[in-house]
């Protein structure tokens, strides 16, 4: 049983066969879930650094200095440190499998989309809350992803704020082994179901989340809703990733 807060959250990625026409193997599939969820992961972490570096949620500062192209470079040199690999460059990923360099370009594009499609409102003047968060990034980049490449990204939880997070029977299950601690709360958990590779990986609490979940439990957050009181470091759910396989 994980001792940090038990409240799941999980992105999915389903690509159709239309976009992955040719077989994928086993091991080509890992590498790729597990860089796109490398890849969600430190996005997400990026937008939670950001919010306060730049001050995003002041009302009182119009324009914040905090742009597509800086957002895209704090996510590339995480993946760097953490990966190897240079995505804007397009180096480094040689050991790859076909395409993988390709799926990270189209999801840096759209997480540069995404920014760009929130700008104004982050730069406007006399607004406080602007509702470019951890969750709602995911979202928008999962929308802008699929449209481009057939594959699904999805944010899921098990405690729901939004009826769309709502997790599939897969991802239900994994929650439930990971509150009964037959999955370790560190680990990277991959299997085949059915015709589908499944990946995940947990997420964790960073200091920038705790504006939003952290304490005091109970008291409403900037977007309304009762913080859970996590610390710093605490489970706050998985990535999981779904690729056809074949």
Known sequence: ?????????????????GVNAMAIS?????????????FLTLGRIAVAHSLAEFKINDAAKGDKGFTADIFAG????????????DIIAGTGGE???????????????????VVNDNLALINTQGLGFKGFIPASYG???????????GIKLKQTTDKLRNEYNKPDAFEK?????????????????????????????P?????????CHGDPVGELDVAGRKKEGYKEGDLRGIISVKIPAK
């Open 203 to 211: 997420l964790y609490i960073v200091k920038g989340c705790l504006g």
């Open 74 to 85: 704090k996510i590339n040199e995480a993946f760097k440190a953490s990966k190897k690999v």
């Open 1 to 17: 049983m994980f001792k940090g807060k038990k409240f799941i959250v999980a992105v999915v990625l389903s690509a159709t066969l």
């Open 26 to 38: 086993e091991s080509e599939a890992k590498v790729q879930a597990e860089m796109l969820a490398e």
């Open 139 to 149: 979202r928008q980049v999962g929308d802008i992803f699929a449209a481009e490449t």
């Open 95 to 113: 050991a790859l499998p076909a395409g993988t360099m390709d799926l990270l370009k189209k999801i840096m594009n759209a997480s540069k989309k």
């Open 173 to 201: 299950g994994i929650i439930d082994k990971m509150l009964k601690g037959e999955i370790k709360k560190d680990e990277v958990f991959f299997a085949k179901e059915g015709s589908d590779y499944r990946l995940t990986k």
